[in-house]
Nanobody, 119 residues
Framework: QVQPVESGGGLVQAGGSLTLSCAASRSIFSIDAMGWFRQAPGKQREPVASITRDGRTSYADSVKGRFTISRDDARNTVYLQINSLKPEDTAVYFC?????????????WGQGTQVTVSS
């Protein structure tokens, strides 16, 4: 299996920046896509950004222009650069990795990292 591990969360003030990272181990299977969800208190978990193996990216409307997802192919690591942070960005951010084992598609989740934005 693949186990994503997130890092980089913390407490920042509004208007600041933060970069999250997510590393996923791999062996004989492929990683098809990696990305991020977030879940704020009292809200449903929502997708934030994703990047496919061939480099296609996707963003939620609420983060377009402020968040940037990128990938380091050598280490199977995805980064989420977060700029112009708002209090409403406060959430637990979860990384995921989509991978294939034989004919089966699977999604593995990280443990989450807390991002708190003060106003």
């Amino acid at each position: 299996q693949v186990q994503p591990v997130e890092s980089g969360g913390g407490l920042v003030q509004a208007g600041g920046s933060l970069t999250l990272s997510c590393a996923a181990s791999r062996s004989i299977f492929s990683i098809d896509a990696m990305g991020w969800f977030r879940q704020a208190p009292g809200k449903q978990r929502e997708p934030v950004a994703s990047i496919t193996r061939d480099g296609r990216t996707s963003y939620a409307d609420s983060v377009k222009g402020r968040f940037t997802i990128s990938r380091d192919d050598a280490r199977n690591t995805v980064y989420l650069q977060i700029n112009s942070l708002k209090p409403e960005d406060t959430a637990v951010y979860f990384c995921y990795a989509d991978w294939t084992q034989g004919l089966s598609f699977r999604r593995s989740w990280g443990q989450g990292t807390q991002v708190t934005v003060s106003s």
